[in-house]
């Protein structure tokens, strides 16, 4: 991610020796109100961005930096700290401030000799300073005021010789498309002596020539090496408040950026033989051209070379909301806003901090669930694969609850934004090999504070408690998972469903009828017969559906049955001419789950009709036509039969079937079509119970109907659900069909965050239409294409402009993949190389068969979907998107 970062990097190399520098990079490890060194032990006076070791606390020693077990550095060895005000947007209007987030850290090491030395030192051990005041207002000339500077980066213009864009020592009086670069100096000269000082700078001096080198004074002769920070806040994603009011606001409150200030504590390690790594550094990677960002070009760096990525703070910080990603009233801390060069104003009613506490502001996990760590996913397909979705209000605890209500004893996030859940470990993927801890160092979209795997990559979860667990009836045992058969069902001989079926239910059902093998599918429907039909063959995915009526058991799947077989029966696969043998012994009754039972004595069968009959325990009919329920009313003795056809997710069973009662029940005829969950069963039959054409199967172990599958989840989990009540994806409601369709393996349950609706069809009418507008970079602070967005397995182009031209947008773009952004505007200033937009759509062309390219990493592929009448471009298209122009940089 950060090699992008070190474009600069070529505008230092014709820089002396003397100037030689490397820099390590950071992401922002935390935002919170600690200061160790001005405020130890304390709530700090003001928020402010840290990078550097995740041990950060409130009291810190050099002992306590080498506790931490990871650093944002590229030098894993680099457990230092640096740290500097959090900077706010002003908003005029409502009088309210939000956080501008980091974009990235640069830390510099810069070699600057005094005259006639070629060497320069490491930080002693424990040593700490600080720079800058902050309750500076004016400009007053010196090393400590030059010590404070900004760039406002701007790529694509070139404004040589514009005094209103040159380096400065305050804020600027205009945005800056491209960012905003804090910068701060340190002191280099060292009195030898003391690792600290009142003041936190005593012990520190200026060389001669200030922050651009120098002699040593003799009170501070020992020279160290020169420290030098940027921090990159994206101001372009807020709007400048032309002059008439503040725009960017230091966490102080300060409105002027003089006082901008920077704390540091050396976390660099010590060895017995009077070196470190940093020394090493210093000494060796110390070329005319320096190694700038390239790390592994320092032989004494290459042992500790870090991704960087995942690492989260080990420490409780200070529990307040600081405004990231909405308005706040006002700045943490007696921090009114401070304007012009007065004293430093304070709030009248201002109580002190004692109410406050501290927390790590990680999500919580259920209770039961343990982290496993980080793994690779499946080589050949999902890791898990039982049911899914993917939301922006993404967290650990938001995921684990979402398997959990659903019963499954494996949860993983990945992306940041995806959960997936199952009972076993799938496609050759293992929970016994780990991955490093930062290969899973996405941080989770709804939550910075923790992260949620990676790419490709799955931070695992298991609870044992809820793995599948049966105790098998006497004389029964399991067969395995077995496919549907060719054309008709696997098994034939009789078949009921209910949404209280569990494998016990279904075995001594069987059982009871005659039949030596049970096979369970869909979570509530169960078969029987003592042959599986021509086609039907093992199988070693899918089935992974819970029971409707145990959630700790495993009922099946999409055209997957998990079958059972009774002892000493010899299982056989007969020809489907033949298979009317078996149906011959017993006929297909519609069971009610509150009796579960059907006369068998006065039943007589069709032997070519394959019998799926449906009930459930509440007797209502669900069906998107009609349904039918006969009932026992009348103490003659009478017949009866029912002709019914019904969509139950998208299969279609056949069936002819008829009882009666000795009770005598009496039920008038009739013949419907009943549409439930999206599958389709036609069956003819009488029974005495109240029967109703119903279904309580499930895409991917939650409830659906042909219009929507709602996903439920406890309170645990409403951050996973609050964007959106329906669980659903472009391939997790199916179609009803009146042929015998199965739904396929990738139909997860897949909650967006939009509506059940904003499923794409896969097929394109209006292809047409499609025009590629190009590569363009997403925003971060918000969504370059903010109209409206979906998300799914099937993604390729066609489902994404389809997708959004329902909607009535003008531009589509894909990205990461599998995920679809929706607008009417364009930013032409956002363009950017083509060879960025690299990543495959999880689908290719339904037309043509060729893999498409859906975006990249916060990198859109844009097409145009047809409604031009709502388009609107605006900035300027840079002539040379896959060029980055030079900005000065002033040592």
């Known amino acids: 991610m950060f090699t992008q970062l070190f474009a600069l990097l070529p505008l230092l190399a014709a820089l002396p020796a003397a100037n030689a520098y490397f820099i390590l990079a950071h992401p922002v490890l935390e935002t919170t109100r600690l200061d160790p060194i001005v405020d130890p032990g304390q709530i700090g006076a003001h928020v402010h961005s840290i990078v550097g070791g995740n041990n950060f606390d409130k009291t810190m020693t050099y002992e306590s930096t080498q506790q931490s077990t990871c650093t944002t550095a590229g030098v894993s060895v680099d457990k230092s700290n640096y740290w500097i005000p959090q900077l706010y947007y002003y908003e005029p209007k409502g009088k309210t401030y939000q956080a501008i987030p980091v974009n990235y850290v640069n830390t510099y090491y810069l070699p600057r000799y005094s005259p006639g030395e070629k060497t320069v030192r490491a930080f002693p051990d424990g040593l700490r300073m600080v720079s800058g005041d902050a ?434 029966a010899t299982t056989v696969v007969v020809p489907s001419a033949s298979a009317s043998a078996s149906a011959s012994a017993s006929s297909s009754v519609a069971v009610s789950s509150s009796s579960a039972k059907a006369s068998s004595s006065s039943v007589s069968a069709s032997s070519s009709a394959s019998s799926s009959v449906v009930a459930s325990s509440s007797a209502k009919a669900s069906s998107s036509s009609s349904s039918v329920a006969v009932s026992s009313t009348s103490s003659a003795a009478a017949s009866s039969s029912v002709s019914s056809t019904s969509t139950v997710a998208g299969r279609t069973a056949v069936s002819s079937s008829s009882a009666s009662s000795s009770a005598a029940a009496s039920s008038s005829a009739s013949s419907s079509t009943s549409t439930v969950a999206g599958r389709t069963a036609l069956s003819s039959s009488s029974a005495s119970t109240s029967t109703a054409a119903s279904s309580s199967a499930s895409s991917s172990a939650a409830p659906a109907s042909s219009s929507s599958s709602a996903a439920k989840s406890s309170s645990s989990s409403s951050a996973a659900a609050s964007s959106s009540a329906a669980a659903s994806s472009s391939s997790s409601a199916p179609k009803s069909s009146s042929t015998s369709v199965a739904p396929s393996s990738s139909s997860s349950l897949v909650a967006t965050s939009t509506s059940a609706s904003a499923s794409a069809s896969p097929s394109v009418s209006a292809g047409a239409y499609m025009a590629y507008v190009g590569c363009f970079k997403d925003t971060s602070g918000g969504r370059h294409l903010n109209g409206s967005s979906t998300s799914g397995s099937n993604m390729n182009n066609e489902v994404c402009t389809s997708y959004c031209a329902s909607k009535g947008f003008a531009y589509a773009g894909s990205e990461y993949a599998q995920e679809c952004y929706c607008g009417n505007y364009l930013n032409l200033a956002l363009a950017s190389a083509e060879s960025k937009c690299s990543t495959p759509c999880r689908q290719p062309n339904p037309t043509t068969g060729k893999q498409e390219i859906c975006g990249g990493g916060m990198l859109l592929s844009v097409y145009t979907t047809g409604q031009n009448a709502n388009a609107r471009t605006y900035g300027t298209k840079p002539a040379n998107p896959q060029r980055r122009s030079s900005v000065k940089f002033r040592l």
């Open 135 to 568: 309750n500076r207002r004016t400009y007053e000339g010196d090393a400590e005021a030059n010590a404070i500077s900004y760039v406002c980066l701007d790529y694509y213009n070139n404004h040589s010789g514009d005094p209103a864009w040159a380096q400065r020592n305050s804020f600027f009086e205009h945005n800056c498309p491209q960012g905003m670069r804090a910068q701060v100096f340190f002191r280099s000269c060292w009195d030898g002596v003391n690792l600290d000082s009142d003041d936190h700078m005593s012990h520190m001096a200026w060389p001669s020539g200030g922050v651009d080198g120098g002699s040593c004074p003799s009170t501070h002769p020992v020279r160290l090496a020169s420290l030098f920070y940027e921090f990159i806040y994206n101001v372009q994603n807020f709007p400048y408040n032309n002059g008439s009011d503040p725009t960017w606001v230091w966490a102080n409150g300060d409105t002027t950026g003089f006082g901008l200030h920077a704390d540091f504590i050396n976390g660099w390690p010590s060895y017995n033989n009077g070196t470190n790594v940093l020394q090493q550094a210093l000494d060796n990677c110390n070329d005319n051209n320096g190694v700038g960002g390239e790390l592994a070009n320092c032989p004494p760096f290459v042992p500790y070379l870090n991704s960087n990525q995942g690492c989260q703070p080990l420490n409780m910080q200070v529990n307040e909301d600081v405004g990231f990603g909405h308005p706040i009233s006002q700045l943490p801390g007696n921090n009114p806003i401070w304007i012009g060069d007065g004293e430093k104003p304070s709030y009248a009613n201002y109580t002190g901090d004692d109410n406050l506490n501290y927390t790590d502001f990680k999500s919580v996990i259920p209770t039961g669930w343990s982290d496993v760590g980080c793994i690779a996913e499946g080589t050949s397909g999902r890791a898990l694969a039982a049911a899914s979705f993917q939301n922006d209000n993404m967290t650990r605890s938001a995921c684990v609850s979402w398997c959990s209500d659903r019963g499954y004893p494996l949860a993983g996030v990945e992306y940041g934004r995806e959960c997936y859940c199952d009972f076993a470990m799938r496609n050759g993927a293992t929970n016994t090999t780990l991955l490093p801890a930062q290969q899973c160092g996405k941080n989770c979209a709804a939550n910075d504070n923790e992260n949620c795997g990676g790419s490709s990559t799955l931070e695992l979860f298991q609870n044992p408690d809820l793995y599948p667990k049966s105790s098998l009836p006497a004389g029964w045992s399991s067969n395995g998972c077995q496919t549907e058969g060719s054309g008709k069902r696997a098994l034939t001989g009789y078949s009921f469903s209910t949404s209280s079926m569990t494998q016990e239910l279904c075995m001594t059902t069987c059982q009871s009828k005659g039949f030596s093998l049970a096979g369970i599918e869909y979570s509530s429907e169960c078969y029987c017969g003592n042959s599986f039909s021509t086609g039907s063959v093992p199988a070693t995915d899918n089935c992974n559906m819970i029971c409707s009526g145990n959630k700790l058991q495993i009922c099946g799947g999409p055209s997957r049955l998990t079958t059972f077989k009774y002892s000493n």
